[in-house]
């Protein structure tokens, strides 16, 4: 009888352990990244995740209507140079921005439009660190 519980036990535990196995097994998906965050006050010019934003360096001015608004923002943060590029050239297509040009050298100038207004963002790294220095305003 003591035998037939401690095989009864034993077949319990084992069918508990491959119910946990398969649990911790299976593959959940990472959760998506967070959205970037915007430059403020423009909602549709976007910032790569942990950038941060330089407030001594940067300014805007926008009249008391919102119909004119004019910046210059400077950011930096722990990225490469192309992976920021690529990440301006989807996201500022996603945003409804067209891109005019693009210079590529020490710094990488990308210029785009929309609507009536324009937006330049200026790209570079320093020992694994990226800065990006971007200009809005109406056309």
Known sequence: ???????????????????TWEEMTTATPPPPPPPPEMVYPFSDIPIPNGFERDHSKSFVYE?????VKVGRFFYSGWSSLGDVVSFYQDEMINKGWSMVNSI????TILNYE????????MIKTTLGRAYIEIQAGPK
Do not use: I
Not at 63 to 67: N, P
Not at 104 to 107: A, M, N, R, S
Not at 114 to 121: D, P, Q, R, S
């Open 114 to 121: 929309k609507e009536g207004w324009v937006c330049a963002l």
């Open 104 to 107: 590529k050298y020490e710094t």
């Open 63 to 67: 009249s008391g209507s919102g119909a």
């Open 1 to 19: 009888m003591v035998k037939r519980l401690f095989l009864f036990f034993l077949f319990g535990v084992w069918l508990t352990g491959c119910a």
